[in-house]
């Protein structure tokens, strides 16, 4: 079971009262997936309290991803997938893809092993 997650004023706040009830996104977001802010100039008022801290941390011009945003704001990756997905939909957030890393061939492996060990 997911633990409930804290709001500022201190009280316990149940994941699913987060997501008005909902245990997934939509849309599905890798964990890696990097977010930003958009330039929407929309009032943040009709936010919940967690959607504007995605907000204001994506806005803050570095792209961080999914799982960067949720420990930032300290809930669970799940809960914050989902709070997100609205974000993007109501045109807040957008997203980028993680750049795609070849995997290294074994003669790199080797290279970084011995280059470790020789500093060990």
Do not use: F, W
């Not at 009280?11 to 977010?35: C, E, F, K, N, Q």
């Not at 109501?90 to 890393?101: F, Y």
């Amino acid at each position: 079971m997911t633990e409930p997650s804290r709001r500022r004023s201190g009280g316990l706040v149940r994941s699913y009262v987060i997501t008005g009830g909902r245990a997934r996104a939509g849309t599905p977001l890798d964990v890696v997936t990097l977010l930003l802010a958009t330039q929407n100039t929309r009032p943040l008022h009709h936010l919940t309290v967690e959607q504007r801290g995605i907000v204001d941390i994506c806005r803050g011009g570095a792209l961080l991803s999914l799982a960067e945003v949720a420990s930032h704001l300290g809930l669970p990756v799940s809960v914050t997938r989902v709070l997100v997905v609205d974000l993007i939909d109501a045109g807040l957030i957008a997203t980028r893809t993680a750049p795609v890393v070849q995997n290294a061939g074994p003669e790199l492996l080797k290279e970084v092993l011995d280059a470790l060990r020789a500093r060990l």
